[in-house]
């Protein structure tokens, strides 16, 4: 089965590519506007205190599950989707571990979402591990394996660092200072991670392309104020060069912003009560951040496009305010004033995929206090986005339109925003391609 990378979290083995919104531009459906773009959240039960969440196709039948992992029980939560964007009650998996973070990708390369993770404290050990927990290609999650990290793991990252067509995990560690980089070894398991001095304080790695060269580059949000941009020379070697952001960013996302072809750089603010924007000068350096507010400490961002419109919009899950901040993009990378959608006690991570397989983008925010997942279902659909031919009338020349962006590695073949293209996104366009144009 061929797969594409496309620079998110989600790991996989072929050309990169950038993920950005379709080339067409689409307006808002009819008497949608851009302040209700959004349905009142309906929560689902993840299990006590989710920290972090994400969204993949985790038992293959086209529509995107939620993953959520616990520090506090130290559970992995599957939230399987009943293809109309309800998520049923979590299933959860033990690992023994007080988990910090999480990453969806295919790491053994059998075609379907694993899952990674890391922890400190397993079993009441006061060590540090980076865990694998590999899918049994139902969605049920076989037992953990343990990797050894540096001290404080604070979060991972799923991609091709050396260009062998495997997915490799990268870990930002705040106890040495280091990122510790564990390349697969071709079955799913992993060698000894190898570090790399980072900045102090590092709290979120996420990878992309952000040279152009066609490997995977690495971006740590680091807690003094900045972000680590680390470029990778095709064969794992990494260099480091720092960029100035807001007051302790907590997650950073990658995408092209600007509509350039470049991946440029969002990050959450959590004692800035903003959002950084670091546009990409095409060299993999980065113009100066330029801010934008959003609501009390926003803990996580996202990107995706919300509104429909062909560019990369932000949302940031803010844990004081118990809302999320959706920032509309003007088409440039540069945002209007954030709109405010109410999300539950303390949301603590988010998501963006296509919750309800309608072709639009939906939220998925892990709700720590409540012990849930809120799905806000996007009400602003693209007029029909299995059209790819653009000529208003569902035919076969959609079909081979599909499978000419498929061939060439193009986003607007991601038809179920996973991040990755594979038989999965088939699936998701014939389920768009069988529900017609309204």
């Known amino acids: 089965m061929r797969t594409h990378r496309t620079g998110t979290l989600v790991g996989a083995t072929a050309a990169v590519l950038v ?48 993953v959520v992992a616990s520090r506090r029980t130290g559970n992995i939560g599957v ?22 973070g999480l990453a969806l990708g295919d790491l053994d390369g059998d075609g379907d979402l694993d899952v990674a993770a890391v922890g400190v404290d ?25 990797y050894a990290t540096h001290a404080g793991p604070r979060s991972v990252a799923i991609g091709d660092l050396d260009g062998d067509g495997h997915a ?12 510790s980089v564990l390349l697969n070894t071709g079955d799913g398991r992993f060698a000894p991670g190898v570090g790399t001095r980072v900045t102090a304080g590092a709290n979120a790695v996420a990878t992309g392309d952000l040279d152009g060269d066609g490997d995977l580059d690495l971006a740590i949000a680091v807690d003094s104020g900045s972000v680590d941009v680390l470029l990778n020379d095709g064969g794992g070697a990494l260099e480091r060069s720092v960029f100035g952001a807001g007051i302790t960013p ?33 060299d993999g350096s980065f113009a100066s951040d330029v801010l934008y507010g959003v609501g009390e400490k926003p803990w996580a961002v996202a990107m995706g496009d919300l509104d429909s419109d062909g560019d990369l919009d932000l949302v940031t899950a803010n844990s004081e305010s118990d809302d999320a901040s959706v920032l509309l993009n003007n088409g440039d990378g540069t945002f209007g004033p954030d709109r405010r959608y109410r999300a539950g006690v303390s949301p603590s991570a988010v998501a963006v995929g296509d919750l309800d397989g309608d072709g639009d983008l939906d939220l998925a925010v892990a709700i720590e206090f409540v012990g849930g997942v809120g799905v806000l279902l996007n009400r602003c659909g693209p007029p029909c986005r299995a059209d790819l031919d653009g000529d208003g009338a569902l ?28 038989l999965f996104d088939f699936l998701a366009f014939q389920n768009a391609f069988d529900a017609g144009c309204a």
């Open 122 to 146: 397993r079993d009441g050990q006061d060590e540090e591990w980076v865990l694998v927990l590999m899918n049994a290609g139902d969605g049920t999650l076989l037992p953990p394996e343990f």
């Open 19 to 66: 993920l950005a919104g379709p080339a067409a531009t689409h307006a808002l459906a009819q008497g949608c506007g851009p302040t209700d773009i959004f349905e009142p959240p309906a929560t689902a039960d993840a299990g006590p205190t989710p920290d972090a969440i994400a969204l993949g196709d985790m038992d293959g039948d086209g529509h995107a599950d939620a």
């Open 168 to 179: 490799d995990l990268a870990v930002v560690t705040r106890g040495d200072e280091s990122l």
């Open 250 to 282: 907590q997650s950073v996302a990658i995408g092209d912003l600007d509509g350039d072809g470049d991946a440029d750089l969002a990050l959450a603010n959590w004692l800035g009560r903003n959002i950084s924007v670091l546009l990409n000068r095409g």
């Open 79 to 100: 939230l399987r989707n009943g293809g109309d964007g309800t998520l049923a009650p979590a299933v959860s998996y033990a690992t023994g571990a007080w988990l910090l």
């Open 395 to 422: 035919t076969i020349f959609d079909f081979l339109a599909f499978q000419n962006l498929f061939d060439a590695g193009d986003g607007r073949a991601d038809f179920d925003f996973d991040g990755i293209l594979t």
